[in-house]
């Protein structure tokens, strides 16, 4: 991005002037380099954010941003429902709640790596992943509509996991207002036989090592130590997810000029959350939330399985589990009042700082933790929300890598045996139903996490905590 | 003169996802040609034989709602019924499109699927004749 366009408002923060269509400016977090490498597309698709009805501020973009569609990938927008406010399939993504849980498991390095070889042969086995994997659960239609409102509850009411999960999962691992009515019987249909399963793509099941503590109390308070193992699963609302958000694009945009709303790009089809579509939506999309948390608690039950296999002391902890593509309905203070708000975070993740209320217990002093993917070959962090962070960017912070190039470009440049070969030879083991895949998602085809975090991290969107490294992977 | 009016499909590119584009000498062979371009983002064409059809239907008020639903409608088949579809026939009236698909179930063995296709996105969404005469199909898929 050519960056001699913006205002700098300081080393991490950078602003698109409210002009034209604008109502606001748009502000992006990130690094003098990070800025020069992003897209361009970037300052278009969050500037014709920054000019949808009742945004609130600013439509604010997140150090790991790339070319999204409709929003950018990374972007954060908050909306008011009594200034005309709306709310978009577009801003929340296909992937309704893709996100990430992280699991202490009290084991070290020492006790896994003579183990790592069988410990990838039984979690490849057991963990559906890949195009066309079904899951082996298999619901009736009623049975889903259950998941749908019931979200990880549901799943611990079934055997999948403890009371526990759910105090360590946003919305105690259930959203209220999901609506099982407002989704199609083509979108329950795509999920009854894939609660439990990784998907594909950037998905994953990784086992990691802590290699570096940045901040002792605070990992203290998640239960966090150098040469710990810790899990990680990355994954979404599958099936179920995609098909509601194909549903309400098709009607947000056929609905779009009966609401009084001209779209520069039909991708941010969106309507009033005072509005009929608005509200069905809004209970559509909330039954995604409850999937994607039913998903990953199935997940977690049969990760623990293996493990108690292989590791029977072992005790497998959920630190806690974060959703990077959803709306939220949060309250914020704006101009000094508080305020009911609706805040979009596509590829974006929560970041509530010390003091918030719903924290579970041990998180209040410390804020809660905020679980950013790596690549297979580099590396993941924990990091934590901060105070700053709700009073810069609604309490939010980055999700990932982000990509820097294109899965076209990566399979010319990469092909997925050598890649499984190269990490072998560096004690990481990959497990994937397809080599194409791994070259899609080579380690190079992202940007540098490190990088992101650390912007991150200074421009206190979330504080860096410790940093994780792959040792098994298995991949979707 | 050789006839410069036929079926191809392409991939273009895009940071994150993949776009798709079909090009043919009819609406309905660019659609068709489009659909080809998607399925070839999970997998290798030639690998899907031919063993089954299943009937597919939508509509959409313009020529980009359609192409979209007509999209969608094959990820939802290829999802809920576990198929990949290696051969399309397409036939629109107005705003409404009836298809014949023919594939087979996933084998991931054989597939060897490289990832799905999650939706049809309305972005780089453009549904044109060209000054050929040709008529192109294109949008970008989120994988």
Excluded at chain 1, 335 to 353: E, P, Q, Y
Excluded at chain 2, 93 to 119: N, S
Aim: glycine share 10%.
């Amino acid at each position: 991005m050519n960056i001699k366009t913006l205002k700098k408002i300081s080393d991490y923060q950078w602003q698109i002037n409210a002009t034209a269509k604008m109502r606001v400016p748009a502000i992006i977090f990130a690094d003098e380099a990070l800025m020069k490498d992003m897209d361009e597309k970037v300052r278009e698709q969050a500037s014709n954010v920054a000019s949808l009805p009742g945004i609130v501020n600013a439509c604010y973009v997140m150090p790991d941003a790339h070319w999204g569609y409709g929003f950018p990938i990374g972007g954060v927008a908050a909306f008011d429902p009594d200034k005309g406010g709306i709310i978009s399939a577009g801003g929340v993504g296909f992937d309704i709640a893709c996100g990430v849980r992280l699991l202490t498991t009290g084991l070290t390095v020492d006790d896994v790596e003579p183990k790592k070889a069988e410990i990838a042969e039984k979690l490849a086995h057991k963990i559906p992943a890949g195009v066309g994997s079904r899951g082996k659960l298999k619901l009736s239609m009623s049975q889903i509509d259950d998941v749908l409102t019931g979200g990880a509850k549901w799943a611990v009411e079934n055997g999948y996991g403890s009371e526990r999960d759910l105090k360590h999962t946003e919305e105690q691992g259930q959203v209220t207002g999901a609506k099982p009515k407002c989704v199609s019987d083509h979108a329950k249909k795509r999920q009854l036989e894939q609660v439990g399963t990784l998907g594909s793509g950037n998905h994953y099941l990784e086992l990691q090592q802590v290699t570096e503590i940045f901040d002792e109390k605070i990992a203290n308070a998640y239960g966090l130590k150098e040469n710990q193992i810790v899990i990680s699963i990355h994954c979404g609302s599958r099936g179920l997810g995609h098909q509601i958000g194909t549903d309400y694009l098709k009607k947000m945009v056929t609905a779009a000029p009966s609401h009084g709303l001209e779209l520069s790009d039909r991708e941010l089809a969106c309507a009033p959350l005072n509005s009929s579509l608005g509200q069905k939506y809004l209970g559509a999309m909330r039954c995604g939330i409850n999937c994607a948390l039913a998903n990953r608690q199935v997940l977690t039950h049969l990760l623990r399985e293996v493990f108690s296999d292989l590791f029977p002391k072992a005790e497998l902890l959920l630190l806690y589990d974060v959703s990077h593509n959803t709306c939220k309905e949060e309250t914020h203070i704006v101009n000094g009042k508080s305020k009911k708000l609706f805040v979009h975070r596509k590829g974006a993740t929560r970041s509530f700082g010390p003091g918030y209320e719903k924290l579970p217990a041990e998180f209040k002093d410390v804020g809660q933790p905020v679980l950013i993917g790596g690549t297979m070959g580099t590396s993941s962090y924990v990091l934590a929300g901060t105070k700053e962070s709700v009073s810069i960017a609604f309490g939010s912070s980055c999700h990932g890598a982000g990509r820097a190039m294109s899965r076209r470009q990566a399979t010319k440049q990469w092909n997925g045996r050598d890649i499984v070969y190269s990490l072998a030879n560096k004690g990481i083991l990959i497990r994937s139903p397809s080599y194409r895949g791994i070259a899609e998602e080579a380690p190079g085809a992202y940007k540098d996490v490190c990088a992101v975090v650390d912007a991150a991290d200074r421009a206190k969107l979330s504080a860096k905590v410790a940093k994780l490294v792959p040792l098994v992977c298995v991949k979707g | 003169m050789p006839d410069k009016r036929e079926n191809k499909w392409e991939h273009f590119a895009h940071k994150a996802d993949m776009g798709i584009r079909g090009m043919g000498p009819t609406k309905a062979a660019a659609f068709e040609q489009a659909a080809l371009a998607m399925t070839a983002i999970i997998t290798d064409l030639q690998k899907i034989e031919l063993e089954n059809e299943v009937q597919i239907s939508c509509d959409g008020k313009d020529d980009e709602i359609l192409f979209i639903d007509w999209l969608s409608k094959v990820i939802y088949e290829m999802d809920n019924r576990n198929m990949l579809f290696g051969r399309f026939e397409v036939e629109i009236d107005h705003d409404q499109l009836t298809a014949r698909a023919w594939g087979e179930d996933i084998v991931p063995e054989k597939h060897e699927p490289a990832v799905e296709v999650k939706a049809a996105t309305y972005s780089e969404l453009r549904v044109y004749k060209d000054k050929n005469g040709n008529w192109v199909a294109q949008c970008v898929v989120d994988v």
